[in-house]
């Protein structure tokens, strides 16, 4: 019964490729993000999704869209797929009010060569 | 604007002596602030939170921190390290006037010398 589930864990993928990654969370938050982690761990939001409306869309190239088909699912669409895509990508999701922490996936450890 | 500064990427401690680990923060707002855990290969776990009731705030696996207005810091303390320790911690502030975005610090990495 794991509260925010990423897939796939890893993926190794050749530069040009489409690739998406899914998230799922079961905590019956309205609120959902995307951060990605660099090499040297720090942590930055991408997207930010509420009630499935667009709401934190940080500077992040048009190869990254997100789709939120529903409350519980957001999921990451990269397209044409770089060398400096390779990273960690977490998945979150939290109540949407202030002073309620939010909850991460496991992560998904995307290698681009 | 909001954002959150760890004074220290690297922290070193022996087993079974204190652990000090430094944050300070920037907000336009009364601040949520959170710390979280992140051990090797794995994900981000809440150990403790302050959300403006008392400033002594009591986490997980012995952990706690201290919310200082004055100071606009909310240090991480525990009185002694244990192996199991040894990881990633980030501090974390809310913004309440940016669609709940959170704000991570650079990171500490905590170091549990045997």
């Known amino acids: 019964d794991t509260a925010v589930s990423q897939t796939p864990k890893y993926l190794v993928t050749q530069m040009g490729n489409d690739k998406s990654i899914k998230c799922e969370q079961n905590l019956g938050h309205d609120t959902m993000y995307w951060y990605k982690q660099d090499s040297k761990k720090f942590l930055k939001i991408m997207f930010s999704?509420?009630?499935?409306?667009?709401?934190i869309n940080e500077t992040v190239p048009n190869r990254f869209s997100p789709k939120s088909p529903d409350k519980a699912h957001l999921n990451l669409h990269i397209n044409s797929l770089e060398l400096g895509d390779s990273a960690v990508y977490f998945c979150?999701?939290?109540?949407?009010?202030?002073?309620?922490?939010?909850?991460f996936g496991q992560g998904t450890r995307l290698t681009v060569v | 604007a909001q954002s959150v500064t760890q004074l220290d990427s690297h922290v070193s401690v022996s087993e079974g002596t204190p652990v000090l680990l430094r944050c300070n923060y920037s907000s336009s707002y009364s601040p949520s602030l959170f710390w979280y855990v992140q051990h090797p290969n794995k994900g981000l776990q809440l150990l403790l939170k302050y959300t403006s009731a008392a400033t002594l705030v009591k986490g997980i696996n012995g952990f706690e921190a201290e919310f200082k207005k004055s100071e606009t810091s909310f240090h991480l303390t525990k009185p002694s390290a244990h192996m199991s320790d040894a990881a990633e911690y980030f501090c974390v502030v809310i913004a309440k006037n940016t669609g709940n975005q959170f704000y991570f610090g650079t990171g500490t990495s905590l170091t549990v010398i045997p």
């Open positions: 999704y509420n009630n499935k409306e667009l709401i």
């Open positions: 979150a999701s939290s109540h949407g009010r202030v002073n309620t922490e939010a909850f």
